[in-house]
């Protein structure tokens, strides 16, 4: 049993407050994990009256039922709630005040069957939903114009069912899959924003999902370059482009992003063009099975998925728009098994594992993405980093072939993994909050064992150590 203790005092006099809250059909103006509620019996409030509800809780829409069991007049009501695998018992207290009126609300929740298992996992999701509603009330009551946000049950902004299906794991996994990506496209609505005259940097641009996200980016009409490794690649996927789209405005700047002076030329060349970026995606990325150091000296796990993303995006921050722009980083789910360690940047330990590294670097890029957040608020930029799922690319299947035989049946498509960044870059709702790690258009958690978190003081060692190992570039 999971018990819920809320307070509120307010200044509207207590017979209207226990009028208006005393009414359940009234819960879904206040509380944001109520979707519908309707009163079903007929006649006054009073002891006996049902009302239907159906609650929110991720894509999900659990129905219950809800009886006034004691109705005291202008002192206290309680209801029973009841749906497939759990009940509740709701008791809601009024006072007189000499300001106003005072509502204690406590909830008691009971689960069965398979819900009673993950009980432990409820309770801050529950918790966190009663504090919602009950602020929901007092908003109400006081003629606030507070807006709730579906799915911001939480400082990452994931909402209950996603939380749980991360910690759970298993369910969790399976929505990296295209399953999950089957099921979260069912809720979402259509992505018709278009990027016409925006300009958009795409790095990677020419293989896998970065090649998928840069045909959907032009079909939206945005003015597109795309940073790459190889010329004559460059030219073909160019062209591919342009004929699939109609779109002209997409061009390509090569350079090698594991190597800082190429990256240094590039941003040069960027900013010699004298126009805004609108949209900076940091996609490429890759895995090495060896430990292999760049000519710069650098290990090329740590210079191509972390240093090179931190300078890059360092040396363009200066070009987006007064009005706001979008900086997009692609990690990945690897990264919820693996802590930063800012003592070992360059994987020098004694045993190199390059899934290990690789997913060493994407939880730098989420570490950076929050910390760019911060950084940036007062330039009304919007950064966040995402991950695109499982997807069957060349790049997974060469650096982890093993993996990919075992689970090639469940793999999502490049199109399906670049969903999430064409609609980070595109859409109204993913300007309106930044430094957020998404999958499939939802926010998600960033740690999920607490042995894979970092310190704050570990954020800003990162943060100094890569500023460090870039600023002696900037004396040539």
Known sequence: MIKLNESIHVLNALEAVFTYTSDFSNIKDWDPGVAVSQKRSKGGIRVGSTYDLTLRFGPFRPKMKYTITAYIPFSKVILKGRGDSFSAIDTISFFKTSTGTRIDYEA??????????????????????????????????????????????????????????????????????????????????????????????????????????????????????????????????????????????????????????????????????????????????ALFNERKETIEGFEQTFATDLLGVFYLTELLKDRFPLTGGRIINVASGGMYTQRIDVNDLQNEGPSYEGAKAYARAKRGIVILTRLWAQQMRHLNLAVHSMHPGWVDTPGIETALPRFHSLVNFILRTPDQGADTIVWLAASKKAGESTGRFWLDRRPHETVLFPQTGESEQARQILWEKLNRLTRRFEKV
């Open 108 to 285: 008691q929740l009971y689960f069965s069957g398979v819900s009673k298992y993950v009980e432990k996992l409820l309770t801050p999701v529950l918790k966190n939903t009663g504090r919602k509603a009950i602020e929901g009330l007092e908003a109400r009551l006081s003629g606030k114009n507070r807006i709730y946000k579906q799915g911001s049950w939480f400082f990452s902004g994931a909402n209950g069912f996603d939380y749980i299906a991360d910690h759970m794991i298993l369910p969790g996994m399976l929505m990296f899959s295209k399953l999950g990506y089957s099921l979260s496209k069912r809720f979402w609505a259509e992505n018709d924003e278009i990027l016409f005259g925006k300009k958009v940097i795409i790095t990677g641009g020419t293989s896998g999902i970065g090649k998928a996200a840069a045909i959907k980016l032009a079909g939206k009409k945005a003015c597109l370059t795309i940073i790459a490794r190889n010329r004559k690649k460059a030219e073909r996927v160019q062209q591919q482009i342009i004929e699939k789209t109609g779109n002209p405005h997409v061009d390509f700047l090569i350079a090698d992003l594991s190597r800082m002076e190429d990256i240094k030329q590039v941003a040069k060349e960027l900013k010699d063009r004298k126009k805004t970026i609108d949209v900076l995606i940091n996609n490429a990325g």
